[in-house]
């Protein structure tokens, strides 16, 4: 009975200690809880390249600490077909900072019942079922049929020969001639149209090396004062038309 007695007493200690930790941690989620709730809370967001940005309004009033940056970035990139790339940074304890750079149209697919608009890397911008007339980018026309419901915007076209097409494109744009015309007859042979030239391409050679390639010709033919009509860079030896 001394023994049962004694083992009573010495749990009586222990027993308040254990009510006294429940009782911190308990009251310590209540302060977690009450300042998630109104203090750590999102009500600043800015947002710096782009005026209008879809599905932003989901993260305001959203407790600062359930959320992730990178899923943020993830999910507006995903929603926004017109961004190229986006940074999101959190600042404690209410603030989001994103900073946009913006997707431009830099040629247009044509395909069957409309186009498709194309920023540089391949990434469809928007579609539309009507054909524009006038073309302030150049038009790419490709050697299959492709349609209007195969494709989504905000998706990066998985057409190799096309990507190509739109590299090629800027390499050329950046010595100062501007294309008017893509044609894609084939995977070897990609043929970019200029007023007064044409430059030919293939995907079967590395990219970066044929964009080096008719880069370095078109100066040196500027810096001599050749007038040219095409130039070919499909294979080891480029061919050069005057």
Do not use: W
Not at 103 to 116: F, S, Y
Request: aromatic content about 10%; hydrophobic content about 45%; proline content about 2%.
């Amino acid at each position: 009975m001394r023994i049962k007695i004694f083992i009573l007493k010495t749990l009586q200690p222990i027993r308040k200690i254990s009510t006294n930790i429940y009782l911190l941690v308990f009251v310590a989620a209540l302060i977690i809880l009450f300042f998630s709730r109104f203090f750590f809370v999102i009500k600043h967001i800015n947002i710096q390249g782009i005026d209008n940005l879809n599905g932003i309004t989901q993260y305001s009033q959203k407790s600062y600490f359930f959320i992730s940056p990178k899923e943020i970035e993830q999910n507006l990139y995903s929603l926004n077909p017109n961004i190229k790339s986006i940074k999101v940074e959190t600042k404690s304890p209410d603030t989001i900072d994103i900073v946009v750079v913006k997707n431009r149209v830099t040629a247009k697919l044509a395909i069957a019942d409309g186009e498709l608009l194309l920023s540089n890397d391949g990434r469809i911008i928007a579609k539309q079922r009507e054909k524009t007339l006038v073309h302030s980018v150049p038009i790419i026309n490709y050697y299959q049929k492709l349609y209007f419901n195969q494709y989504r915007a905000g998706e990066v076209i998985q057409h190799k020969d096309i990507v190509y097409s739109l590299q090629f494109a800027d390499g050329i744009n950046e010595v100062g001639i501007k294309v008017e015309g893509i044609d894609i007859m084939n995977e070897n042979m990609i043929v970019l149209r200029a007023r007064e030239s044409q430059y030919i391409f293939t995907t079967n050679r590395d990219m970066k090396a044929q964009v080096a390639e008719i880069k370095f010709i078109i100066e040196q033919l500027v810096i001599k004062g050749t007038n040219y009509k095409s130039i070919d860079v499909r294979f080891e030896k480029p061919v050069i038309i005057y």
